[in-house]
């Protein structure tokens, strides 16, 4: 009869997992306090206790919050997770779509450290925002689709941090612009959508250190682009679906640390565009749905530094192609929904760093295809709704084995 054997390790037969202790909540908290009330004074204990309960409120109506653990690993794993938080500093707030009132922004004022702030389609109206005040260390504040009018502006003004601001589709006006005066830190303003016009735009001279302003869908015209010019520190601006023109560019001019443009949906046509020709800097310029023509893209020439151009649903031809030879630096064109045909392509020659080309919705064939086997940086490619064939996609990936087809009718 076999009998029996068992291996016992060098150092002892294994020993069975020792259970863990269970730690009632109630002495994890007395072992917390103890080391608190070691380490600061009882005011300590009692802001964490209000700092949880603002915590679980906010969390019962849907919003969520960020923490930075504060305390040793050790006291973590003896009191948890979740009392810890009484102890943790609260730096972003988050109410996405949650409908909350001033009891609950109230429970914002436990957060000392709150550093970031999402009140999106949160029915916040202007009595709430008093509830801020006090919240020094706010970087970044999101408002975008609230009840917030002029008059809860004001009460940003206790805010000397706050360095981004997003007021989309508020009902916000010239007359609450002027609160934002005192915000000498912001870097980042949007108000897509508000009621602003070229008169609240005045109230913008102050912000020095302004980067990035978007006033995507105001009233503003090419009048309120003049307030703008003293902006210096400014690095992209959004005008699309306003009502600049040509002539409004001449103040854009100024704007020498300009990289990013957006000038979709106005009233440019391109004659303007010699305005630009100083803004050395000038990487990305949008202009898709405008009146632009080939004569406007003649005004791009010496835009050496460009590497976006978009020019979507415009009227400009092959004719207007042959301006962009010089644009060497360029990355990435749209074409779609424009006037260029096979002949046109050719001159896109010269666009050696050229990696994303669009050209949807043309009436391009294989023959103009040809015209791109020389582009060897190129990664990806649209050609939906156009008059190329298999056979085409087919010798275009023979000579450039690595781009994408972005055409799935023809895939």
Known sequence: MATLSAEIPENGPEKPPRNRRHIPLALRIF???????????????????????????????????????IGPLWLRKVIGENQMRMFDQVIDASFVGTQVNDATLEHLREFRALK????????????????????????????????????????????????????????????????????????????????????GLQH??????????????????????????????????????THVTDAGLEYLGELTALEYL???????????????????????????????????????????????LALDHTQVTDTGLEQ???LTSLKELRLNHARVTDAGLRHLRELTALERLSLKDTPVTDAGLEHLHGLTALKQLWLDGTQVTKAGVAELQRALPKVQIGDVSIL
């Not at 949880?52 to 919050?65: D, F, M, P, Q, Y």
């Not at 006090?134 to 009460?155: I, P």
């Not at 050395?280 to 749905?289: G, R």
């Open 31 to 69: 072992l917390g306090l103890l080391v608190i009330a070691a380490l600061g004074s009882g005011g300590s204990v009692l802001r964490g206790y209000r700092q949880l309960t603002a915590i679980r409120e906010i969390e019962k109506l849907g919003g969520s919050v960020g923490r930075f653990p």
């Open 116 to 199: 970031s702030l999402w009140l999106h389609e949160a029915g916040v109206a202007d009595a709430s925002l008093e509830h801020l005040q006090g919240l020094t260390s706010l970087e970044s504040l999101w408002l975008d689709g609230t009840k917030v009018t002029d008059a809860g502006l004001k009460s940003l003004g206790g805010l000397p941090s706050l360095k981004w601001l997003s007021l989309n589709g508020t009902q916000v006006t010239d007359a609450g612009l002027e609160h934002l005066r005192g915000l000498s830190a912001l870097k980042w303003l949007s108000l897509d959508g508000a009621k602003v016009t070229d008169a």
């Open 204 to 241: 913008l001279l102050g912000l020095t250190r302004l980067e990035v302003l978007s006033l995507a869908g105001t009233q503003v015209t090419d009048v309120g682009l003049e307030h703008l010019r003293g902006l210096s520190a400014l690095k992209t601006l959004w005008l699309d679906d």
């Open 262 to 308: 957006c000038l979709n949906h106005t009233r440019v046509n391109g004659t303007g565009l010699q305005h630009l020709r100083g803004l050395t800097a000038l990487e990305t310029l949008l202009l898709d749905e405008t009146p632009m023509t080939d004569a406007g893209l003649e005004r791009l020439r010496g835009h050496g530094a460009l590497k976006e």
């Open 324 to 326: 962009l030879r010089g």
